[in-house]
C-alpha cells in the first residue's frame, strides 16, 4: 500500500482505502504504522466513547524536530493538559475587564469593510485580504494589537506562514511526512520547512521580549502577558510547564491554528455564494430583516438567524479544510472494535469521511444548507459536523474560530453584494487537494456596495 499512498496523494489514498477494506483500517508509512478511521461511527466512537486512549498527538515528520514536544498543539500527556487548559481559560475570559474577543473581532470586520469599499467595486482576489483580516484577530489576542493591512510586517509574517504550508503540503513535504528516515538525508524544499519556522519564531520572540519589558501584573494585554504572568507564578516550580519554550512554541501554534483555516472557509464561503446567488439573496433578506442597516451585527443575533448558521456550518463541512485531521496516538495499548492497537501508534481519524458521510448527510458531495435546518425552518445540528475534529483534542480555538465566521461573513454580506464576471460551475467550487488540505480554486470577485 506504500507506494498507492503516494501516487495518487494522501487523503484521497486513505479514502479509497477505507472503502476497500472498511471503516479501520492499517497502512504503513514507510516503516511507520498508522491506523485510519473512516466514516462518523468510527471516529466518533474512537474520539469520543474512547476518548482517554485516543487524546495523544500523533507523529507529524515534517514538524515534529522544529516543536519537539512543546506547545499546546504538539505535547501530550500533563504538559498538554497544562497548557490547553490554561489557554481555554485565557482565551474565555481574556480582557479581565478590557475589550472582549467579539469586540476585536467586530472591530477587524469593519476595518475590511473599508478596506473592501476602497476597492470601489473592482474585482480582485480576496485571498490575501481575508489571510490579513482573520491573523490580525489572533494577533489582536495573542500579541495586543492588529496590523494596519500594508504593513510590512504583516506580510512578512504572512508570506512565511504561506511558504510552510506550500512546503508542507508539496509532494516533497508529503514523502517527508511518510518516508522520514529517507527523506531526511534527500536535498528538496521540504527542508526550507524549518528554516521558515525559525524566522516566524524569531519574530515571535522579539514580541515577548518587548511585552516582559513592559509588563504590568496588573493589567494584562494579551495572551504573551497572561503566559508571563503565568510562568512568575510558577518560578519556584522546577517541574513548571510554563516557560519561555512552551510561550513560543504555544504562540506560534495558535497563529497557525487562528489564520489558516479560518480565511481558507471565508473564501470557499464567497465562491459558493457567487455559484449560487439565490442562497446569497436569502442571507441578505435574513440579515436585513434581523440586524437591519444602522448597526453592526453581534454574536448575540446568531440564534436569531439559522438560514445563515446553516449555511456557515455547510460551507465547513463542504470546503473539508484539513480532511485527514491532525494524526492522533494512542496513549496505551487499546481494543478497538476487536483489534489491538499498540500504545503510540499513529491514528487518523479521517475528517472528510466524516464531512461526507452518506449515512450522515442526504447530499454529502453537494453543497445544501438543509443539512442543517429541519422541516420548519429552524437550525439543526448534526453530530457528524466536526470540521475541527471532536474529542479531548478538538481544535482549541474552535469558539473563536466559529465568531469569526459568523461575525465577518454577516457583516460583509450586510454591506457588500458578491459579483463575479466567471460563471462557475459545480466542479469549481469543489476543494481541491494541495497536499494535506483543500484550497478553493483561484478566482477573483468584486464588492457591490449594497
Not at 483534542?393 to 461573513?409: D, H, S, V
Given at each position: 500500500?506504500?507506494?498507492?499512498?503516494?501516487?495518487?496523494?494522501?487523503?484521497?489514498?486513505?479514502?479509497?482505502?477505507?472503502?476497500?477494506?472498511?471503516?479501520?483500517?492499517?497502512?504503513?508509512?514507510?516503516p511507520r504504522r498508522v491506523v485510519v478511521l473512516c466514516g462518523y461511527q468510527a471516529v466518533k466512537e474512537a474520539l469520543i466513547d474512547q476518548a482517554?486512549?485516543?487524546?495523544?498527538?500523533?507523529?507529524?515528520?515534517?514538524?515534529?524536530?522544529?516543536?519537539?514536544?512543546?506547545?499546546?498543539?504538539?505535547?501530550?500527556?500533563?504538559?498538554?493538559?497544562?497548557?490547553?487548559?490554561?489557554?481555554?481559560?485565557?482565551?474565555?475570559?481574556?480582557?479581565?475587564?478590557?475589550?472582549?474577543?467579539?469586540?476585536?473581532?467586530?472591530?477587524?470586520?469593519?476595518?475590511?469593510?473599508?478596506?473592501?469599499?476602497?476597492?470601489?467595486?473592482?474585482?480582485?482576489?480576496?485571498?490575501?485580504?481575508?489571510?490579513?483580516?482573520?491573523?490580525?484577530?489572533?494577533?489582536?489576542?495573542?500579541?495586543?494589537?492588529?496590523?494596519?493591512?500594508?504593513?510590512?510586517?504583516?506580510?512578512?509574517?504572512?508570506?512565511?506562514?504561506?511558504?510552510?504550508?506550500?512546503?508542507?503540503?508539496?509532494?516533497?513535504?508529503?514523502?517527508?511526512?511518510?518516508?522520514?528516515?529517507?527523506?531526511?538525508?534527500?536535498?528538496?524544499?521540504?527542508?526550507?520547512?524549518?528554516?521558515?519556522?525559525?524566522?516566524?519564531?524569531?519574530?515571535?520572540?522579539?514580541?515577548?521580549?518587548?511585552?516582559?519589558?513592559?509588563?504590568?501584573?496588573?493589567?494584562?494585554?494579551?495572551?504573551?502577558?497572561?503566559?508571563?504572568?503565568?510562568?512568575?507564578?510558577?518560578?519556584?516550580?522546577?517541574?513548571?510547564?510554563?516557560?519561555?519554550?512552551?510561550?513560543?512554541?504555544?504562540?506560534?501554534?495558535?497563529?497557525?491554528?487562528?489564520?489558516?483555516?479560518?480565511?481558507?472557509?471565508?473564501?470557499?464561503?464567497?465562491?459558493?455564494?457567487?455559484?449560487?446567488?439565490?442562497?446569497?439573496?436569502?442571507?441578505?433578506?435574513?440579515?436585513?430583516?434581523?440586524?437591519?442597516?444602522?448597526?453592526?451585527?453581534?454574536?448575540?443575533?446568531?440564534?436569531?438567524?439559522?438560514?445563515?448558521?446553516?449555511v456557515i456550518h455547510e460551507i465547513q463541512r463542504f470546503s473539508d479544510v484539513f480532511p485527514m485531521n491532525v494524526p492522533h496516538s494512542v496513549t496505551?495499548?487499546?481494543?478497538?472494535?476487536?483489534?489491538?492497537?499498540?500504545?503510540?501508534?499513529?491514528?487518523?481519524?479521517?475528517?472528510?469521511?466524516?464531512?461526507?458521510?452518506?449515512?450522515?448527510?442526504?447530499?454529502?458531495?453537494?453543497?445544501?444548507?438543509?443539512?442543517?435546518?429541519?422541516?420548519?425552518?429552524?437550525?439543526?445540528?448534526?453530530?457528524?459536523?466536526?470540521?475541527?475534529?471532536?474529542?479531548?483534542?478538538?481544535?482549541?480555538?474552535?469558539?473563536?474560530?466559529?465568531?469569526?465566521?459568523?461575525?465577518?461573513?454577516?457583516?460583509?454580506?450586510?454591506?457588500?453584494?458578491?459579483?463575479?464576471?466567471?460563471?462557475?460551475?459545480?466542479?469549481?467550487?469543489?476543494?481541491?487537494?494541495?497536499?494535506?488540505?483543500?484550497?478553493?480554486?483561484?478566482?477573483?470577485?468584486?464588492?457591490?456596495?449594497?
Open positions: 500500500m506504500n507506494g498507492d499512498v503516494g501516487n495518487i496523494g494522501a487523503p484521497n489514498a486513505m479514502q479509497h482505502f477505507g472503502k476497500k477494506y472498511g471503516p479501520v483500517y492499517t497502512i504503513y508509512f514507510g482517554d486512549e485516543f487524546s495523544n498527538r500523533g507523529n507529524q515528520s515534517n514538524i515534529d524536530s522544529f516543536f519537539q514536544g512543546f506547545g499546546v498543539l504538539f505535547s501530550n500527556g500533563e504538559r498538554w493538559k497544562q497548557l490547553r487548559r490554561f489557554s481555554l481559560t485565557t482565551l474565555r475570559n481574556f480582557g479581565m475587564g478590557k475589550r472582549s474577543i467579539e469586540e476585536r473581532i467586530l472591530e477587524e470586520a469593519q476595518c475590511l469593510v473599508a478596506e473592501l469599499r476602497s476597492y470601489k467595486g473592482k474585482s480582485f482576489d480576496p485571498t490575501t485580504i481575508l489571510v490579513q483580516c482573520v491573523s490580525n484577530v489572533i494577533s489582536s489576542i495573542v500579541f495586543g494589537s492588529r496590523f494596519e493591512y500594508n504593513n510590512k510586517k504583516l506580510q512578512t509574517l504572512l508570506s512565511l506562514f504561506a511558504a510552510t504550508f506550500n512546503d508542507m503540503s508539496s509532494k516533497w513535504g508529503q514523502l517527508y511526512e511518510m518516508l522520514p528516515m529517507v527523506m531526511k538525508y534527500i536535498p528538496g524544499p521540504h527542508h526550507r520547512i524549518n528554516k521558515h519556522l525559525n524566522k516566524l519564531l524569531e519574530f515571535v520572540s522579539k514580541r515577548v521580549k518587548n511585552n516582559e519589558e513592559t509588563l504590568d501584573s496588573d493589567s494584562p494585554r494579551d495572551y504573551i502577558d497572561c503566559f508571563l504572568i503565568k510562568m512568575q507564578q510558577e518560578k519556584q516550580n522546577p517541574m513548571t510547564d510554563f516557560h519561555m519554550k512552551n510561550l513560543l512554541m504555544t504562540v506560534l501554534n495558535l497563529f497557525f491554528g487562528g489564520t489558516e483555516t479560518v480565511s481558507t472557509t471565508l473564501r470557499h464561503g464567497f465562491l459558493i455564494l457567487l455559484k449560487y446567488p439565490e442562497i446569497e439573496a436569502k442571507l441578505h433578506e435574513e440579515i436585513d430583516h434581523v440586524i437591519g442597516q444602522n448597526r453592526s451585527p453581534t454574536i448575540e443575533d446568531r440564534s436569531q438567524m439559522p438560514y445563515t448558521d446553516a496505551q495499548d487499546t481494543k478497538f472494535r476487536g483489534y489491538d492497537i499498540p500504545k503510540g501508534t499513529d491514528v487518523y481519524p479521517l475528517l472528510c469521511t466524516v464531512l461526507r458521510d452518506p449515512k450522515q448527510f442526504a447530499t454529502p458531495n453537494k453543497f445544501n444548507p438543509n443539512h442543517f435546518l429541519d422541516e420548519h425552518g429552524h437550525f439543526k445540528n448534526n453530530e457528524a459536523s466536526m470540521p475541527f475534529s471532536t474529542g479531548k483534542r478538538i481544535c482549541l480555538g474552535e469558539g473563536l474560530a466559529r465568531m469569526e465566521l459568523f461575525l465577518f461573513l454577516t457583516t460583509i454580506l450586510q454591506n457588500f453584494k458578491l459579483s463575479s464576471k466567471t460563471q462557475f460551475t459545480e466542479s469549481d467550487i469543489s476543494p481541491k487537494m494541495n497536499g494535506f488540505t483543500n484550497y478553493p480554486v483561484p478566482y477573483q470577485l468584486s464588492f457591490i456596495p449594497r
